[in-house]
């Protein structure tokens, strides 16, 4: 009862209804629209190929484009050792020296192709063009070789192979021994700005600690290389300057050839 003896009113409560999700009807394309789907994906992905055939057409025309730049300069360097009349070692450094002398803007790979090219159509019974041959085909790397015509020797390679680091531990040198045929051992040093052939590894330290400065150098003495994996990625990305760039690269290739396999801490 209420106030006043008034009968209490109650409401019945009752739950309210859930809304419950009508599953919606699939949208059947015609087969006019799944092909004409199709059709634009083929159109897409045969642009795209295009795209790409282009792309590397126009990268392999500027490539040979380069390469043909290169060939007089590397015309002139022939022409120039054939007049040599040095010989083995002192012939190769001669080589070197004048691919420094080559103008910045024609690149070491493209001129590394026109120099096999050039070397690779001198006559074979000159005894002159076949000295130029082999000095060529012994510096070039593996990949353009034979185009010389001429498979050359690899450089005789000692133990042991050294390296150091500076200071900070940022800057490296790698050095190793290289008999020659003609004359002594001679350590070929890997450094920024002094690669080359030196007489000795205390001859190649100087060089290098030269290079980068007394304050990066405080301290720096050879090691046996003791982490193959490391000097190989430092001698892939090695930035010696133009007149050693081929060099450099032949001389690793021979370098990490032998310690390569397992159990030479690579």
């Known amino acids: 009862m209420g106030d006043g003896g008034a009968p209490i009113r109650r409401i ?88 420094g002398e080559v103008p910045d803007e024609v690149a070491p790979r493209h001129l590394a192709e026109a120099l096999a090219d050039a070397a690779g159509v001198l006559p074979e019974d000159d005894a002159a063009a076949e000295r130029v041959r ?59 700005g002094v690669s080359g052939y030196y007489a000795s590894p205390e001859e190649a330290l100087v060089a290098w600690q030269v290079g980068i400065g007394p304050a990066a150098a405080g301290g720096t003495v050879w090691h046996e290389v003791d982490d193959w994996p490391l000097v190989a990625g430092l001698l892939s990305a090695d930035t010696s300057g133009a007149a050693e760039f081929l060099r450099s690269r032949r001389l690793a290739e021979v370098l990490l050839s032998r310690h390569a396999a397992p159990g030479n801490g690579g």
């Not at 999700?21 to 897409?44: F, G, I, L, M, P």
């Open 12 to 99: 019945a409560a009752y739950p309210r209804a859930v809304p419950v999700s009508r599953k919606r009807k699939k949208v059947q394309r015609s087969a006019a629209a799944v092909k004409a789907d199709r059709r634009r994906e083929h159109v897409r992905r045969v642009r795209a190929a295009n795209e790409v055939r282009e792309m590397l057409a126009g990268w392999t025309a500027g490539d040979a484009r380069r390469t043909e730049e290169a060939r007089p300069h590397a015309g002139r360097v022939i022409g120039a050792l054939l007049a040599s009349p040095r010989t083995g070692i002192a012939l190769e450094d001669e080589l070197c020296a004048r691919l």
């Open 134 to 192: 082999m000095v060529v085909a012994g510096v070039l790397p593996a990949r353009f070789r034979p185009r010389t015509g001429l498979d050359a020797p690899d450089p005789l390679l000692k133990e042991p192979a050294l390296w150091t680091r500076d200071r900070a531990g940022t800057r490296f040198a790698v050095c190793a021994p290289f008999g020659t045929p003609d004359g002594p051992v001679r350590w070929y040093l890997w450094g920024l």
